[in-house]
């Protein structure tokens, strides 16, 4: 019948128009997609990285400077994640060097995932909040973290602990490397808490090779 064939030939048309109007939508996705989805790339497994300062020198660990307020960073494991570097002066649960004080703790908030500079280490001396005098507060919403005890949350709305970067020390070089991270997983990978290690190791671009910068931020 002529009108059957026109009806099937209008059929093919609109769809036609439909799948066109599908994909201008999911294109104009692609622009945001990015930052809702972590790519799937990075590492299978943590490396071991000397951190260097800016002309590839070992940080020696005598050097670093106690309790200081300037924001000090590495990316560990990933060259978008950014660790705190922190000699806290007394010993303290896995600290490393020569007085068993140097630790480093994702600078990426366990709340929504603000960075430095919103969340920085407060020293010695700076307002108590929770009974402490030295802590890492996050200026976004209010959490803060004790360094001094595994980066444990003394104040919501975080509800997990800061991921621990473990390090390890050299004596005789007075060198330190990062070699893996502890605790509930990096923000945005994977499910907190899991004991899946590969939960850290993607999202990001891998290092380069066997070194990582240390800097200092403002």
Do not use: W
């Amino acid at each position: 019948m002529p009108d059957e064939k026109v009806d099937e030939s209008r059929r093919k048309f609109l769809k036609i128009v439909a799948i066109g109007s599908a994909v201008v939508t999911l294109g104009g996705f692609t622009l945001t997609l990015p930052y809702l989805i972590l790519p799937k790339i990075g590492l299978n497994s943590f490396p071991t990285l000397t951190l260097v300062d800016s002309n590839g020198n070992p940080i020696k660990a005598s050097t670093i400077p106690v309790n200081s307020p300037t924001i000090t960073l590495f990316n560990y494991p990933l060259l978008n994640e950014p660790n705190f570097l922190l000699n806290l002066g007394k010993q303290v649960p896995g600290g490393v060097g020569p007085n068993n004080s140097i630790v480093a703790y994702s600078a990426i908030c366990q709340h929504l995932g603000c960075v430095p500079p919103s969340i920085k280490f407060y020293p010695p001396g700076s307002p108590p909040i929770g009974g402490l005098t030295s802590y890492i507060k996050c200026n976004c919403h209010g959490s803060v973290f004790d360094p001094a005890n595994n980066g444990k949350v003394v104040m919501a709305p975080a509800a997990y602990s800061l991921p621990m970067c473990i390090l390890s020390y050299d004596p005789t070089t007075d060198t330190l490397q990062a070699t893996k991270m502890s605790g509930p997983v990096i923000f945005g990978h994977g499910t907190l808490g899991s004991n899946n290690i590969n939960d850290d190791l993607t999202g990001g671009s891998p290092p380069t090779n066997n070194n990582t910068i240390v800097s200092t931020l403002g």
